[in-house]
């Protein structure tokens, strides 16, 4: 059985090189991004339900990463995971304009205060997504941590225009998860009656 770390710090040296391998991706085949995707359960959905895309997970654990495209070589289904630091390496892996749905799910642990500058979603991972998703892409947020679902949107409402809120300026996303699939840690704040905060933002 494989041992998978429970965190990893996204800040050490170690990441800051991109070491992931590009997938190969059909051009004319919509692209859906889950950035911190874990085991991709949401992406397997998905795939399940419309197998005529392609679908990316980005994932600074790499032992998830295997274990991610062995289901999927095993599967046959069109999922991808690349092992990478999101906030650094997006443009590396994706063309510009390229990403037709972002989806980041639960991002991260981190919400002690001195866990801070960990976070996944900060201006630099907002300038990456903005380079990388195509003009009317959605980019889907949610948590069950409230700092983070507020740092995020701030976030967001600060990156230079390029996102518009679906809900209204500084507005939560209050009509649930529209994708009709649920990540691993969706499911379980659903089960363990956790409120989720999401946003909903288009590219400009
Ligand atoms: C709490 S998990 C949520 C997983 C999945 N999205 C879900 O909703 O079930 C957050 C994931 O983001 C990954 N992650 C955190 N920071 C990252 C970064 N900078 N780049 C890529 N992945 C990151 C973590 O390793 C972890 O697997």
Redesign the pocket.
């Known amino acids: 059985m494989v041992r998978i770390r429970q965190?990893?710090n996204?800040l050490s040296p170690g990441?800051e090189v991109f070491r992931g391998l590009r997938p190969r991706l059909e051009p004319g085949r919509p692209v859906e991004l889950?950035?911190?995707?874990?085991?991709?359960?949401?992406l397997f959905e998905r795939a399940a339900v419309d197998p005529d895309r392609h679908y990316v997970g980005?994932?600074?654990?790499e032992d998830?990463v295997d274990l991610v495209n062995e289901r999927a070589r095993d599967e046959g289904v069109p999922v991808h995971a690349v092992f990478?630091?999101?906030?650094?390496h997006l443009p590396e892996i994706f063309a510009p304009a390229s990403v037709d749905r972002v989806?980041?799910?639960?991002?991260?642990?981190?919400f002690k205060r001195r866990h801070h500058k960990?976070r996944?979603v900060d201006a630099a991972?907002a300038v990456g997504l903005a380079h990388v998703a195509r003009p009317g892409a959605d980019v889907f947020f949610?948590s069950d941590v409230w700092d983070i679902a507020l740092d995020a949107m701030e976030t967001f409402e600060r990156a230079d225009d390029a996102f518009v809120n679906q809900a209204g300026e500084w507005t939560f996303w209050r009509r649930g998860n529209p994708y009709g699939v649920r990540?691993?840690?969706?499911a379980?704040a659903e089960a363990t009656g956790l409120p989720i905060w999401r946003i909903l933002y288009r590219r400009r």
């Open positions: 965190h990893v996204p990441y889950e950035v911190g995707c874990a085991d991709a359960q949401f980005v994932e600074i654990r998830l990478c630091q999101a906030q650094l989806y980041v799910n639960f991002p991260d642990p981190w960990r996944m991972l949610q990540s691993w840690r969706e379980n």
